[in-house]
């Protein structure tokens, strides 16, 4: 159904009755409506797990075309420069993104973009204008700089097809921009091994705000704003706890009570905000935390055997994804239920 509404749209698009444009934002609103409560049968329940999927698969056909997308940009990155894959991917958009408007590809192609551009910025910065060899080694201002490049390509990018995850990263870019131009001022020169660990904590809080202010202004996820709150969480909240993890030791007794209460409330702020992002960005430190805890010489958890300790630890991470995982809506319905009823109003709807 969802093929033939689109291949409608492109009809009336290419006859000229709407606007290329406008038959992506058509379909996506049909669907929603078509899907949304009032819509279905009151005995058939809303999908929970629907909730924080972001549109972009739609068909088989649009796997089809990825996958050729994928392999045709892998095999021009082994056999052309980094120049000619960014020429192909935007030839490539023309076609599938602008003209044909197919989720998946566009996905895709937008991140190609993304990936692409940012090496052929990297690129030309060592050969023409600083001749630093990595990103990484370059002081704070320069890296801003470097950002505000990439800002401009898929501010360009998004105009032209109006991909939410081009925003997504147009606005993790302007961010990183922002916040690199910030600290200019106290760490000056140096390499991203100096400032790295802030900037990567203030662009993620900052850009957790951005999305929870989206995830505000559209509490039923019904428009594209919501799936653009997905990517910024899904790139915000790692750079969070890395930031904050970087300059401390999970391994040790106390950084490991750290990173388990700092995962702690990132679950709470997650079941707030129904993203489950915030609980399966920290599992990664939550094992270095569980590590500590089950050494021999912690005096916490000692005496197991060290041979068991990998174990042990996927054990206790997989209990905890098993069991927020099972109980999402009955932990976030009593969560809920202990906020004032205006700001429980603004948050995104119990599913």
């Not at 910025?121 to 002081?139: F, Q, T």
């Not at 707030?272 to 270095?288: E, H, I, K, P, S």
């Not at 995982?325 to 599913?351: C, D, K, M, T, Y």
Request: aromatic share 10%; with cysteine; charged share 10%.
């Amino acid at each position: 159904m969802a093929e033939t509404l689109r291949e409608s749209l492109t009809a009336a698009a290419e006859a000229g009755i709407i606007t290329a444009s406008q038959v992506e934002p058509l379909a996506s609103f049909v669907e929603v409506r078509a899907a949304s409560p009032a819509n279905v049968a009151a005995d058939v329940p809303n999908q929970e797990e629907d909730s924080e999927i972001p549109r972009f698969i739609r068909g088989y056909h649009d796997i089809l075309i990825t996958i050729g997308i994928v392999v045709v940009l892998i095999g021009l990155g082994g056999l052309a420069t980094i120049y000619a894959a960014v020429a192909a991917i935007v030839v490539l958009a023309e076609i599938f993104v602008y003209r044909q408007r197919l989720a998946l590809p566009s996905f895709a192609l937008t991140i190609a973009f993304a990936i692409c551009t940012g090496w052929m910025i990297v690129n030309l910065d060592r050969d023409y204008i600083s001749g630093e060899m990595s990103a990484l080694s370059a002081s704070s201002p320069h890296l801003a700089a470097l950002a505000a490049a990439e800002c401009v390509a898929l501010a360009l990018f998004y105009w032209r097809y109006r991909v939410p995850v081009a925003f997504a990263a147009l606005t993790i870019a302007g961010v990183v921009t922002v916040t690199g131009l910030a600290l200019s001022g106290l760490y000056g020169g140096g390499d991203f091994s100096l400032y790295g660990n802030t900037l990567l904590l203030i662009s993620g809080v900052v850009l957790v705000g951005i999305a929870i202010r989206f995830d505000i202004l559209d509490p039923k996820r019904i428009y594209a704003r919501s799936d653009i709150a997905f990517w910024l969480y899904l790139v915000a909240v790692p750079a969070i706890l890395k930031g904050i993890f970087g300059s401390v030791q999970p391994q040790t007794t106390n950084g490991a009570a750290l990173v388990i209460a700092v995962v702690a409330l990132m679950m709470i702020l997650g079941l707030l905000l129904d993203r489950r992002a915030f609980v399966t960005a920290g599992l990664v430190y939550l094992g270095y935390a569980f590590a500590a805890l089950i050494g021999k010489n912690t005096g916490l958890l000692g005496g197991i055997a060290t041979s068991n300790t990998v174990l042990w630890i996927l054990v206790a991470i997989g209990l905890i994804v098993l069991t927020v995982g099972f109980g999402w809506r009955f932990f976030r319905q009593h969560l809920l239920s202990g906020l004032p009823v205006p700001l429980r109003a603004r948050l995104p709807i119990l599913r």
